[in-house]
């Protein structure tokens, strides 16, 4: 068994590694919707900014954000905010997305530490494992928020006529957006959990259907 990281040096380069692409999660086969979203037409170069946005203050990110900072806290019932987090879950795709994807970071980061994390929502599992860091929680949750949106940005750069370079562009433009949400997390309680993303949660439900795509959701 290795012990949680002693300093917040270790914490931070643990944090980077298991937010990393590179770290087996499967992120890169999920884009929440927004696969149909752009095969519809109804999300461009031009108004994917406008999509990460609302993603990130009525939608899936904010739902997550807020998830990951209740199970940071100190005597959190983990086992309860992941039926929580699947509740919250408003299609299918989007269930078995944090279901999936909460399972490999979990069995990922036992191979890693030698420590034991059950499986458990994407969020919640996240949360869980980095409440005993020495971090400020909404440095640990603003480094979650723009995993997840580099996730989404790198599936728009595989679909649309966008550059890797115009994606990251996007995703610097989102950093003050991304620490603002952050510290508001921080702070929140399971009544500030709430998402008015209906569009997205109907093109989640709607890629259910397609005949021919590339993202698992």
Do not use: N, Y
């Not at 309860?80 to 795709?93: G, K």
């Not at 003050?176 to 093109?203: C, N, Q």
């Amino acid at each position: 068994m290795q012990p949680a990281p002693a300093s917040p040096e270790a914490a931070r380069l643990l944090l980077h590694q298991v937010l990393s692409p590179a770290f087996p999660v499967g992120g890169f086969a999920w884009s929440q919707g927004l696969e149909w979203a752009m095969d519809r037409g109804r999300v461009s170069r031009t108004s994917l900014p406008a999509w990460l946005a609302d993603w990130l203050d009525h939608g899936a990110g904010w739902t997550d954000a807020v998830l990951a900072a209740l199970a940071l806290r100190p005597g959190a019932d983990h086992a309860a905010l992941d039926d929580l987090a699947r509740a919250s879950c408003m299609s299918a795709e989007r269930l078995t997305e944090t279901v999936q994807q909460g399972a490999a970071f979990a069995a990922s980061l036992t191979a890693v530490t030698g420590q034991d994390h059950p499986p458990a929502a994407l969020p919640v599992a996240f949360g869980r494992a980095f409440a005993p860091m020495p971090l400020p929680a909404p440095e640990i949750i603003a480094a979650f928020l723009q995993a997840q949106a580099a996730a989404l940005i790198s599936a728009a750069v595989r679909f649309l006529p966008l550059g890797p370079v115009e994606g990251q562009r996007m995703l610097a433009s989102l950093h003050p957006a991304i620490l603002r949400r952050a510290a508001l997390a921080a702070g929140a309680t399971k009544a500030d959990l709430a998402s008015a993303s209906w569009g997205a949660d109907i093109a989640a439900m709607r890629h259910e259907t397609m005949t021919t795509r590339i993202f698992r959701s």
